[in-house]
T-cell receptor, first 114, second 113 residues
């Protein structure tokens, strides 16, 4: 069955430290890949997406993600975390050519220590 | 411009009652989606609208759940005879077409007592 796995339920980092959030998917073909962020009291916001082409994708708020086909992974990274990055992060996938039905990971909760 | 709005923001109801949740998409967006976010379950796709028609209802959990969209704009998700397991945050999203980025509303938090 198609699935998305975010292995880390909760991560704590210090402000200014680097961050990597993991996402693995199980799909027959390369799907569309997304990272969303959900801050307390806020709606889900798209950070970045990968459809095709360059496997390193730049997003908003200084985030980037790298698609690795051989590992079926789409990990999210940020070189230097800010306290305002504390939030829930969700990886989602959709069948290639169809963004209509997103399949979601369970999310990773990020806490940032001052 | 205005984003996706949902109402009410919170709803407390008694088991067995019917509830209606409303979603106002971004103006001009033709596609509209409903998701449910439960503790420990992540986000589940419920239904997708293109215009006023729903090509994909595969995520609706039971026949107690229904949704409609009128005028290619506002959508209502109705849950009949609510059960405690229906307690969740119900999220609505819209996109310009079925292929573009989905923009999410703040959600309606439903608590069934």
């Amino acid at each position: 069955a198609q699935s998305v796995t975010q292995p880390d339920i909760h991560i704590t980092v210090s402000e200014g430290a680097s961050l990597e959030l993991r996402c693995n998917y199980s799909y027959g073909a390369t799907p569309y890949l997304f990272w969303y962020v959900q801050s307390p009291g806020q709606g889900l916001q798209l950070l970045l997406k990968y459809f095709s082409g360059d496997t390193l994708v730049q997003g908003i708020k200084g985030f980037e993600a790298e698609f690795k086909r051989s590992q079926s992974s789409f990990n999210l990274r940020k070189p230097s975390v800010h306290w305002s990055d504390a939030a829930e992060y969700f990886c989602a996938v959709a069948p290639a050519g169809n963004n209509r039905k997103l399949i979601w990971g369970l999310g990773t909760s990020l806490a940032v220590n001052p | 411009g205005a984003g996706v709005s949902q109402s009410p923001s919170n709803k407390v109801t008694e088991k067995g009652k019917d509830v209606e949740l409303r979603c106002d998409p971004i103006s001009g967006h033709t596609a509209l989606y409903w998701y449910r976010q439960s503790l420990g379950q992540g986000l589940e796709f419920l239904i997708y609208f293109q215009g006023n028609s729903a090509p994909d209802k595969s995520g609706l959990p039971s026949d107690r759940f229904s949704a409609e969209r009128t005028g290619g704009s506002v959508s209502t998700l109705t849950i009949q005879r609510t059960q405690q397991e229906d307690s969740a945050v119900y999220l609505c999203a819209s996109s310009n077409t079925g292929w573009e980025t989905q923009y999410f509303g703040p959600g309606t938090r439903l608590l069934v007592l």
